[in-house]
């Protein structure tokens, strides 16, 4: 018989919670990271940059902060060797033992400017590419991957095509966005092009593919899942009219899409699909491919003109979260990324145009059913439900802000909400931050370190010492 769900399991413990907090309460701020034996991974950059960011932060506080949190992906959750005598990197999620495909890119991410001075991390980052590349041509269709492919997933009985190696096989379009975000930034940070071989090649062909596949103009293609007594995960979901979008049947939260053209994810196809046909025309000598690739993003994109911008009473043109291609869409945000309050943070559009900001307008406000103010406010997301507020979407918040007072407050927010802990979680209530799900979530983690490290490089005066 199958155990609780990790929801269920996260929730049951919520009630020790406070007094777990206050125990954890520091007196000085001392380190919370692992002794450097058991650490996973050591990188002489990345521990220059804490170093240096910490002697520039005034807050001691917001210091410790980051020192806890930026290194805790590779502290805590990759494993680097070598396959075939090539990089080769598992990195799971934190306290969920499996490769997400883009929890992994993600988390990941902020370690790429250090990587031109630390030749072993740049391998590592290069073993991420490398493995998500096997990932995508075990499946495409699947979000998260075991490092051994004997063991059994917990959701073995979801009726989908289910292999060994797979933990999960939710569809999911960012799934195949992120790492070709990674593998772009990654090549134009280092100018290695050793990732980028024939199996990267067969990737990214399976990846277009995937997304012509999921247009879904001849029906819904080879892809079906249905988790038994998990509603709303159950079924196919509501009808769709195909409109030259890409059907995402999942979430990046991995909740279950309402409407299955979700707005912010075939934002971001459109900004991935341009990044990989550069490396297929660039690195891969490839013109026709990378061809195929453009005409693909092309098409998204102009679907997206047409399907993706809504009115909102008193804020004008906003991009809608989801449509169906039968004149029905939601106005909302989550706080997993892709998001609409993150598109600037993707790439996706500029933070000064005025759809993003009509739209920043109205997921930063009650307009957004996933909004939530008591003690603190916020955007959460069905994942974990009402009142709980992700410091993601804080995050996100100050990485996406052109207004100084934005990122301070954004600062404020997230240094008063660790819980005691040190470090950032999934979610924590409204109304008390002792109360939070996943004590470990290196996503959040590390990218709150990216957000200091921002902070300090645009808006100095808010961090730095007088």
């Known amino acids: 018989m199958d155990g609780p769900s990790r929801r269920e399991l996260l929730l049951a413990g919520l009630a020790a919670a406070p007094?777990?907090?206050?125990?954890?309460?520091?007196?000085?701020?001392?380190?919370?990271?692992?002794?450097?034996?058991?650490?996973?991974?050591?990188?002489?950059?990345?521990?220059?940059?804490?170093?240096?960011?910490?002697?520039?932060?005034?807050?001691?506080?917001?210091?410790?902060?980051?020192?806890?949190?930026?290194p805790n992906t590779l502290d805590t959750t990759v494993t680097y060797s070598e396959r075939d005598g090539k990089p080769d990197t598992y990195v799971i999620t934190g306290d969920i033992d499996a490769m997400w495909l883009r929890d992994s890119s993600a988390q990941v991410w902020p370690y790429l400017p250090l990587a031109r001075e630390d030749d072993a991390l740049r391998k590592l980052l290069a073993g991420v590419v490398r493995r998500q590349s096997r990932n995508i041509l075990l499946d495409p269709y699947a979000n998260a991957f075991f490092d051994d492919p004997s063991r059994e997933s917990e959701w073995k009985h979801d009726q989908t095509e289910m292999r060994p190696g797979v933990h999960e096989r939710k569809w999911e379009i960012d799934s195949l966005c992120y790492p070709l975000r990674l593998g772009y930034g990654y090549w134009k940070t280092t100018g290695d092009e050793s990732p980028f071989d024939a199996e990267w090649e067969s990737a990214a062909d399976a990846i277009v593919r995937t997304f012509r596949e999921q247009q879904r103009k001849d029906g819904p293609g080879p892809y079906a899942f249905y988790r038994p007594g998990a509603s709303p995960e159950g079924g196919p979901g509501n009808p769709i009219a195909p409109t030259?979008?890409?059907?995402?049947?999942?979430?990046?939260?991995?909740?279950?899409?309402?409407?299955?053209?979700?707005?912010?994810?075939?934002?971001?196809?459109?900004?991935?699909?341009?990044?990989?046909?550069?490396?297929?025309?660039?690195?891969?000598?490839?013109?026709?491919?990378?061809?195929?690739?453009?005409?693909?993003?092309?098409?998204?994109?102009?679907?997206?003109?047409?399907?993706?911008?809504k009115e909102a009473d008193g804020l004008g043109p906003v991009y809608a979260y989801e449509v169906d291609g039968l004149g029905h869409y939601s106005m909302m945000d989550d706080a997993n990324v892709p998001s609409l309050l993150g598109l600037p943070y993707l790439g996706a559009v500029s933070a000064g145009d005025m759809i993003y900001q009509n739209t920043r307008r109205l997921v930063w406000s009650p307009k957004n059913p996933w909004f939530f103010t008591g003690r603190y406010e916020g955007i959460g997301g069905p994942h974990i439900g009402p009142d709980w507020i992700w410091p993601m979407s804080h995050i996100l918040r100050g990485l996406t802000a052109t207004d100084p007072a934005e990122v301070k407050e954004v600062l404020r927010v997230l240094k008063a909400t660790h819980g005691g802990t040190g470090f950032m979680h999934e979610s924590f209530h409204k109304d008390d931050p002792a109360r939070y799900t996943r004590h470990w979530f290196a996503w959040a983690n590390t990218l709150f370190g990216e957000l200091v490290l921002h902070a300090l490089d645009r808006y100095p005066s808010l961090v730095e010492k007088g």
């Open 19 to 70: 007094l777990r907090a206050l125990a954890m309460m520091p007196q000085t701020f001392d380190s919370r990271r692992p002794a450097p034996g058991a650490r996973h991974f050591s990188s002489p950059a990345v521990e220059a940059a804490i170093v240096r960011a910490k002697s520039r932060i005034a807050d001691p506080e917001l210091a410790w902060l980051f020192e806890n949190c930026f």
């Open 244 to 309: 030259g979008l890409i059907f995402s049947r999942f979430r990046p939260s991995d909740d279950a899409t309402d409407y299955g053209f979700l707005i912010p994810s075939n934002l971001f196809a459109v900004v991935s699909l341009h990044q990989m046909a550069e490396i297929l025309a660039t690195v891969r000598h490839q013109p026709a491919k990378a061809l195929a690739a453009r005409e693909l993003a092309d098409e998204v994109e102009n679907a997206l003109k047409v399907h993706a911008i």
